[in-house]
């Protein structure tokens, strides 16, 4: 793959990712705001039964057009994986930072100089679980992603080995939550995170813990 690049982990040498400039990262960005509008517009139609069956076919066109220039792997951007902080942004993919994914919220980051990472963000109708409310698995997802990426930031990834959550409140669609997340410690491979999530009124909903480990990998 022309350009492809790999990160330092063994993992990621079998599967290389082509690094996109800012441009293509942009363009691709405005694709995916589109899609994820799109993605919440299906949900919410009440269009009657003839013009879903049009759309249905311009969207399938659409997909066939994007998909005959495939690529095997998600591309990354700048130095993908591999940076501690900023870097972590490049991640361009995920399904919770991700600007290129449309199941993405997204959220994005904010890496602090204390060393913990932040991320001001809305869930809509799309990651409903109770009525009104945010499914508890996307919570954990997010919750999940924000932690690793603290123990990212301290030079200390790896792959989540536990995840514990404390669902205080219900957490709301359709207003502002914010997540924080800090390593705790560190006990040899093991990086232990905390983290949160806040209701716009400053209230906690749910608490997290997490560790994570580096798989040894040959
Ligand atoms: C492969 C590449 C990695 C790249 C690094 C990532 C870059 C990060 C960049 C950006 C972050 C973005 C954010 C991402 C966020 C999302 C993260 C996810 O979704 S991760 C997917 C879900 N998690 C899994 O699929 C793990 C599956 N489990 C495993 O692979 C292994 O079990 C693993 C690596 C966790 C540990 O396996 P062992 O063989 O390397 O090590 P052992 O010897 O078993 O454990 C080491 C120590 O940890 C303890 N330990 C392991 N699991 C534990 C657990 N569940 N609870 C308590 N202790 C545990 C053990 O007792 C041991 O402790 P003692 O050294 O003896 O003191």
Same mark, same amino acid.
Do not use: W
């Given at each position: 793959?022309?350009?492809?690049?790999?990160?330092?982990?063994? @993992?990621?040498?079998?599967?290389?990712?082509?690094?996109?400039?800012?441009?293509?990262?942009?363009?691709?960005?405005?694709?995916?705001?589109?899609? /994820?509008?799109?993605?919440?517009?299906?949900?919410?139609?009440?269009?009657?039964? %003839?013009?879903?069956?049009?759309?249905?076919?311009?969207? /399938?066109?659409?997909? =066939? /057009?994007?998909?005959?220039?495939?690529?095997?792997?998600?591309?990354?951007?700048? =130095?993908?994986?591999?940076? +501690?902080?900023?870097?972590?942004?490049?991640? @361009?993919?995920?399904?919770?930072?991700? %600007?290129?994914?449309?199941?993405?919220?997204?959220?994005?980051? %904010?890496?602090? %100089?204390?060393?913990?990472? $932040?991320?001001?963000?809305?869930?809509?109708?799309?990651?409903?679980?109770? +009525?009104?409310?945010?499914?508890?698995?996307?919570?954990?997802?997010?919750?999940?992603?924000?932690?690793?990426?603290?123990?990212?930031?301290? !030079?200390?990834?790896?792959?989540?080995?536990?995840?514990?959550?404390?669902?205080?409140? +219900?957490?709301?669609?359709?207003? $502002?939550?914010?997540?924080?997340?800090?390593?705790?410690? @560190?006990? !040899? /491979?093991?990086?232990?995170?905390?983290? $949160?999530?806040?209701?716009?009124? !400053?209230?906690?909903?749910?608490?997290?813990?997490?560790?994570?480990?580096?798989?040894?990998?040959?």
């Amino acid at each position: 793959m022309p350009g492809a690049r790999t990160s330092a982990h063994p @993992i990621f040498t079998v599967q290389p990712r082509e690094p996109l400039d800012e441009r293509r990262v942009e363009h691709l960005s405005a694709l995916a705001a589109e899609v /994820r509008r799109l993605n919440e517009a299906t949900v919410h139609t009440a269009l009657p039964e %003839e013009e879903l069956t049009e759309l249905t076919a311009q969207v /399938r066109a659409l997909t =066939d /057009r994007l998909d005959a220039a495939r690529r095997a792997f998600p591309p990354v951007s700048g =130095d993908g994986y591999t940076t +501690p902080g900023e870097g972590m942004l490049q991640q @361009i993919a995920s399904p919770v930072t991700g %600007e290129l994914n449309p199941i993405a919220p997204p959220c994005r980051i %904010e890496f602090l %100089e204390d060393g913990s990472v $932040r991320t001001e963000f809305t869930l809509n109708f799309l990651y409903e679980g109770p +009525p009104g409310l945010a499914h508890g698995g996307v919570s954990a997802m997010v919750l999940d992603q924000l932690l690793g990426l603290a123990a990212n930031n301290n !030079g200390t990834p790896g792959l989540t080995a536990s995840l514990e959550l404390r669902y205080r409140r +219900p957490t709301p669609l359709g207003q $502002r939550l914010t997540a924080e997340a800090r390593i705790d410690r @560190i006990e !040899g /491979r093991k990086a232990y995170a905390v983290g $949160r999530i806040l209701n716009a009124e !400053g209230k906690v909903t749910i608490e997290a813990t997490a560790m994570f480990v580096m798989p040894m990998l040959g």
